[in-house]
């Protein structure tokens, strides 16, 4: 195609790379060229997942895996039958809770962040690209390059590698470099980049408030460097980014708030003309409402490819949307160019894989389990996760913590909210201290507290990023069972801590609590790491990658 150099980065592909991807996309049918921009999302049993796939037969699938190791090898063995080209697997990796249910547990972007070394980052990476590509997996949409700026946004939080560039810029090169060396195309995300509107795209049209001059300085900066370090992906989000526009139309107004991924002027003029980039831009999910606010899917999926985006993220009726485009395509709304275009990117990016080479060995049950069972693996990830609880502060000096100081124990938590989970999960960090010989006693509503009673209360929290959630705080009311619970603080009559498992902020809600401790991610290797430091017998090595304090002094006291 005019305008694509494939032997370019990112796909840099030889020449029979380019007669596969130009042969194979002039064989497909218009339908099928169409049904190759789509990317579903796949949580069925793997029997059903593949009637849906060979239905329509989309370009990519993001797999969520099911804890059958077993079954889900054999999906992703059959999984390229489904349809005229071998299919994109694609996943969130982003450690702690989205992980891999049967891969090694290893910690999230901003627990990485803490521990601040580019080697151990590189080490962690590795491991999830090969577990990832051991069971089928070649797309990953990470690393996330948003910046924690806005403190209160639940949808940035731990995902991110904080909120310095030069951290985020060190850990994301590293995970790139480390996913696409292990057949794992990286994405950065959320284009043109999140984290200083503290609102949800899932919920709302974000806005990137920044002039031109910071932009350049910060997710410019950050963007110029993935591209130059070669990234296959950028995702496309419905954020907007309203300096760039107005410097080209000063009496924009409206349309200064247009996401990204119905944006031409912020895809194809900027990431595209003015940052160089040569890859494939996917959509966020379009399911979002970020997306569905500017108007019917008649308009907006149509317009998504028109704007640059040549793989649409998702859908809740993929034959209606489907034949939404057929329909832009026979009323001149989408040019069958564009629609080429944006195949021949989907399929260069299938080709720099390896999935067009006839040769190309399939996933196996065996050879998944050992790569899935290294031994070396569990030990690099929990000699990391070592390295990132990170003490915030301890004003009186309590820690490490002891049975003879602190045998009785009142435990005030949320347990570990998930998105998907329709309750809290519970936390293995208060058997552990039993474990050790602590009384601990998990607060009820129908427990009357006396003071007297405890050597210790301890407020475990763990939300980490939350979809849809809006807001993420400490819900005082809810954690103590009552409005009147909500006003009582115990720490002048008995030693108090409160740990974070994930959302790193609760100091907003709670400035006087005299010990802190941010862990970031709340899996049971993270939760078993947060005790040996509590115990004192691993030193407290993170380094805060955010600002703990939320912007106040009075929390540090």
């Known amino acids: 195609m005019a305008g694509i150099d494939l032997t370019a980065a990112p796909f840099h592909l030889d020449e029979a790379a380019i007669v596969w991807v130009n042969e194979t996309r002039d064989a497909l049918s218009p339908r099928d060229k169409l049904a190759q921009l789509f990317v579903l999302l796949s949580r069925e049993a793997p029997e059903t997942a593949m009637d849906a796939l060979r239905t329509f037969k989309p370009g990519g699938i993001t797999r969520i895996y099911s804890g059958d190791l077993e079954a889900e090898i054999g999906l992703m063995r059959q999984i390229d039958t489904a349809g005229p080209v071998p299919m994109l697997v694609s996943a969130d990796l982003e450690g702690s809770r989205m992980s891999l249910p049967f891969g090694t547990e290893v910690p999230n972007p901003l627990g990485l962040s803490a521990v601040d070394d580019v080697e151990a980052t590189t080490a962690i990476s590795t491991i999830m690209a090969e577990e990832a590509h051991a069971v089928g997996l070649n797309w990953s949409f990470t690393p996330v390059i948003d ?29 790139i470099a480390a996913f696409q060396a292990n057949g794992v195309a990286a994405t950065v995300k959320h284009w043109p980049g999140e984290g200083y509107d503290d609102r949800d795209q899932h919920l709302n049209t974000t806005v990137n408030p920044l002039t031109l001059s910071e932009w350049e300085q910060s997710f410019g900066k950050l963007y110029r460097a993935a591209i130059a370090a070669g990234v296959m992906s950028v995702m496309s989000a419905h954020i907007a980014f309203p300096a760039f526009v107005r410097e080209l139309d000063p009496k924009a107004e409206a349309e200064a708030f247009r996401p990204a991924t119905l944006s031409p002027v912020l895809n194809q003029t900027l990431l595209r003309e003015k940052l160089g980039f ?52 026979a009323d001149g709304r989408l040019s069958q160019e564009r629609v080429d275009e944006a195949v021949t990117r989907v399929l260069a990016l299938k080709a720099a894989l390896g999935l067009g080479k006839p040769d190309r060995a399939e996933p196996s049950l065996d050879a998944a389990r050992q790569v899935l069972g290294r031994a070396d693996s569990a030990i690099t990830a929990r000699a990391v996760t070592a390295r990132v609880p990170t003490l915030v502060k301890d ?72 979809l849809t959630r809006g807001r993420i705080f400490l819900n005082w009311a809810q954690l103590t069972g009552s409005v009147f619970g909500a006003m009582k603080r115990y720490w002048h009559d008995v030693p108090t801590l409160m740990v974070s498992l994930g959302f790193p902020y609760y100091l907003h809600d709670a400035p006087r609590v005299p010990t802190y401790v941010n862990a970031y991610g709340s899996n049971e290797a993270m939760q078993a790491a947060v005790v040996e430091a509590l115990l004192g017998r691993a030193p407290f090595a993170g380094t805060s990658p955010v600002d703990a304090f939320c912007g106040s002094d009075q929390a540090r006291y």
């Open 395 to 466: 004003v009186p000096g309590l820690l490490p913590l002891s049975p003879s100081k602190h045998r009785r124990v009142l435990v005030f938590s949320s347990g570990a909210v998930q998105p998907f989970a329709p309750h809290p999960l519970p936390l293995s960090l208060p058997d552990a201290l039993r474990a050790e010989g602590f009384e601990v006693t998990l607060f009820t509503p129908e427990l009357s507290v006396n003071p007297k009673d405890y050597d210790l209360i301890l407020y475990l929290l763990a939300e980490e990023t939350l």
């Open 278 to 329: 040569n890859g494939l831009i996917v959509s966020d999910a379009t399911p979002m409402a970020g997306f569905g606010d500017w108007g019917p899917r008649e308009e907006t999926i149509p317009q998504c490819v028109i704007a640059g985006c040549d793989v649409i993220l998702f859908s809740d009726d993929p034959n209606a949307d489907l034949m939404r485009l057929v329909a832009a395509v």
């Open 147 to 175: 910046i924690n700026q806005a403190w209160r946004s639940a949808i940035v939080g731990t995902r991110s590698y904080g909120s310095d560039v030069a951290r985020i810029e060190r850990h994301a090169l590293a995970q």
